[in-house]
């Protein structure tokens, strides 16, 4: 398998969050919440199916980029993701930066010869103000 980077689309059912969570739009003070799995889904463009949430690994190679992506499932609405926190595992990403709702990352190099994995936090906005989002998926890079 040929070795590039990893786009990760977060597709978000917004409808469902504002339902669950409150008019967000209005909120005067965001909040963080850890978001019901069951309102994001991930793919990417390595073949991993489909998931939700913290059942969603994403396959990584050495040295190479990973870009998450923000959909609403809704017309009208936007997703920006704006953090990435690691949560636990081999520390596997570096120099994260956020650009107009986008997250990229770089992949370490890494030394070892065995598969790797991080748990991290993903964190997403709707329409770009309101409360903080958090849902914790998977990456796990190939030796």
Known sequence: MSKRDTY???TVDTAQIEE????????????????DKQYVTFSDNRGDASGKGNNFTSTV??????????????EGATVQI??????????????IHENYGVLEGKIKNGNSN???????????QINGMGNIYEIDPQLEMAP
Not at 65 to 72: D, E, L, Q, R
Not at 114 to 124: A, D, H, N, Q, R
């Open 20 to 35: 669950e969570y409150g008019n967000l739009a209005k909120t005067t003070t965001p909040m963080e919440i850890l978001v």
């Open 8 to 10: 990760v689309v977060v």
């Open 61 to 74: 190679n050495k040295s190479k980029n990973i870009i998450w992506i923000g959909i609403a499932e809704i």
């Open 82 to 95: 704006i953090d990435f926190e690691h949560k636990g595992g081999h520390k596997i990403v570096d120099n």
């Open 114 to 124: 065995e598969t790797e994995t991080e748990i991290y936090s993903l964190k997403f």
